[in-house]
């Protein structure tokens, strides 16, 4: 079955960075587009950064553009999230997710789920 696992997390000082990976396995990785997204307390889920199936094409939000990076390792069917500058409003628990389509900002697009890490930010 298909298992998307993320690590990586934890507890970080503003202006911290932190890197973030997510180990996929039981699907053909090379084939799908990847994306980062995250879920502070009481908030819904929201797009953070997506890759395409290729790493030719990356698009972030708005919140962290300039400040975190997506790429993957296709040969260790990896993504990663590096994440600089980080403030506060940072904090969340981050979920990678992949999808056969191309690069996408909503949820519904994506198939499969890992369980999430958590981002702690402290000022």
């Known amino acids: 079955q298909v298992q998307l696992v993320e690590s990586g997390g934890g507890l970080v000082q503003a202006g911290g960075s932190l890197r973030l990976s997510c180990a996929a396995s039981?699907?053909?990785?090379?084939?799908?587009?990847m994306g980062w997204f995250r879920q502070a307390p009481g908030k819904e889920r929201e797009f953070v950064a997506a890759?395409?199936?290729?790493?030719?094409?990356?698009y972030y939000a708005d919140s962290v553009k300039g400040r975190f990076t997506i790429s993957r390792e296709d040969a260790k069917n990896t993504v990663y999230l590096q994440m600089n500058s980080l403030k506060p409003e940072d904090t969340a628990v981050y979920y990678c997710?992949?999808?056969?389509?191309?690069?996408?900002?909503?949820?519904?697009?994506?198939?499969?789920w890992g369980q999430g890490t958590q981002v702690t930010v402290s000022s």
């Open positions: 997710a992949a999808n056969l389509i191309t690069i996408a900002t909503m949820t519904s697009a994506y198939r499969y």
């Open positions: 890759i395409n199936w290729s790493g030719s094409s990356t």
């Open positions: 039981g699907l053909t990785f090379s084939s799908y587009s």
